[in-house]
């Protein structure tokens, strides 16, 4: 039995353990955060509009100023992580946030706060990036797809925890969006604080030379007879430019293109949630949100299980184009057919949640040690880019073309998502690390076939 027991087996196979526990509960206090941020703004934002004298367009700017944090932390500290470490950029997001978070109580102008917005959206943003690449980098292949798929769920638990503080806190008076809006401090600070002491990640100090240093780190939280496979140094030059040559280009497109078409109807619809039902001629009270956010986590939930039991492939297309049914129905149901268009929403909710698993599955799986944190931090960075513009642009596409047109080119959207899924999406159920990135297996190599230089 203790010859068993020391058999030599690669980290990507060994049992999931405490360790990967708290990986995975370190990483996931980002996403709670990042949902909590973006959910409590709708609901501030009722009340700082009167009180600032908002314009649609300050409405929209302060709605997508997390999202544009976003965008911009994803890309400069996911590509500065790939070469001063996992870990310390890991920490350094949640200094920002913390900071950022606390100081939007005493915010007096739109301008200050949409500034500190994305700061917070810069923490959060290159928190994604190595959130991402840690657990997937630690995680063994077999339980890799239900800890990445589960940011969603841990993101939806926020968002819906944002709903019931912004009904219960904005009742407190006229400047209670300030306690709102700060109250993000409080997780940030917790998820800081236990963040000390997180190691390195074993692969990132493998692909930078420093073996034992890895492998260290590999036997004191998994053993003495695990062991790391070696992957190729950066020799040349790994730069951030290497995303778009011949070898990457394809899996940076597909990455980039379908989390965009993913995420702008997604920020777009409920971070203006309470309008948007108002459009649509529903009641916005409590049981209705109560209802959207168990829809949210009810999905969410089961989002985890059809990652593990269907091809990651097949998820992603069958739910862009259900998820663009729903929306062209929403457009030809008529006002007054209440039931059907809470059917038609409700479906879209209970889909659009369950497949955001895929988006913390797919980046961190496709691009190889080198080049992991820059490609997720890409990724990311481009949907969120594409959430920032679609948010500051709904409410005055509302305006001007009306609910109908404005969810129709939200469809539109979902099949452009659905056709360079098609296309480009790969099958990287139950391969290892190295073999999803390095185009190792048949699967892998029809679904992301280098392209001829």
Not at 23 to 29: D, M, S, W
Not at 45 to 71: D, H, N, R, V
Not at 127 to 137: I, Q, W
């Amino acid at each position: 039995m203790q010859h068993l027991t020391q058999q030599k087996i690669r980290m990507d196979d060994v049992p999931l353990s405490r360790f990967h526990i708290k990986i995975a509960g370190l990483t996931f206090g980002a996403h709670f955060t990042d949902g909590y941020v973006l959910g409590v703004i709708g609901f501030a934002l009722a009340q700082i509009k009167p009180q600032m004298g908002l314009t649609p367009f300050w409405e929209g700017m302060l709605g997508s100023s997390a999202l544009i944090g976003l965008f911009i932390g994803s890309l400069v500290l996911g590509w500065i992580s790939d070469y001063v470490g996992r870990q310390k950029i890991f920490s350094f997001s949640f200094v920002i946030i913390t900071l950022a978070s606390a100081l939007q109580f005493f915010a007096s102008t739109p301008e200050q706060l949409f500034l500190l917005r994305v700061l917070i959206g810069i923490g959060l943003g290159g928190d994604y990036s190595v959130g991402h690449t840690m657990l997937a980098e630690f995680s063994p292949r077999k339980h890799r797809g239900v800890l990445l798929g589960s940011f969603s769920v841990i993101w939806t638990f926020g968002y819906v925890a944002a709903g019931f503080a912004g009904h219960f806190l904005t009742a407190l008076g006229p400047d209670a969006w300030r306690w709102l809006l700060s109250s993000s401090t409080i997780p940030a600070v917790i998820i800081l604080l236990l963040r000390i002491g997180t190691p390195e990640s074993p692969r990132w100090l493998m692909g930078k030379g420093r073996r034992e240093q890895a492998l260290a780190i590999v036997h004191k939280y998994f053993g003495s007879h695990v062991l790391l496979n070696d992957e190729p140094q950066v020799t040349s030059k790994q730069r951030f430019m290497s995303l778009f040559g011949p070898k990457y280009r394809r899996r940076t497109a597909f990455n980039s293109l379908f989390f965009v078409c993913l995420v702008i109807p997604y920020f777009a619809i409920y971070t203006f949630l309470p309008s948007i039902l108002n459009v649509m001629g529903l009641d916005n009270n409590f049981a209705t949100d109560l209802l959207l956010n168990g829809l949210l986590v009810v999905g969410a939930l089961f989002g985890i299980v059809l990652t593990v039991v269907c091809s990651r492939r097949g998820f992603l297309i069958g739910s862009f184009i259900f998820l663009a049914i729903c929306l062209v129905l929403l457009t030809l149901i008529p006002a007054n057919q209440t039931v059907w268009l809470i059917a038609a929403f409700a479906a879209f909710t209970l889909v659009m949640s369950a497949v955001s698993n895929l988006v913390g599955v797919f980046p961190a799986e496709s691009f190889p040690t080198e080049v992991r944190s820059m490609g997720v931090g890409f990724a990311t960075s481009m949907s969120r880019l594409g959430s920032a513009i679609g948010t500051s642009l709904l409410p005055l596409a509302i305006v001007n073309y009306g609910m109908p047109a404005t969810t129709g080119m939200l469809a539109l959207i979902l099949i452009i998502g659905a056709v360079v899924s098609i296309a480009w999406a790969p099958e990287t159920k139950g391969l290892t690390l190295v073999d999803a990135a390095q185009d190792s297996t048949p699967q892998a190599e029809r679904a992301f076939a280098i392209e001829a230089e």
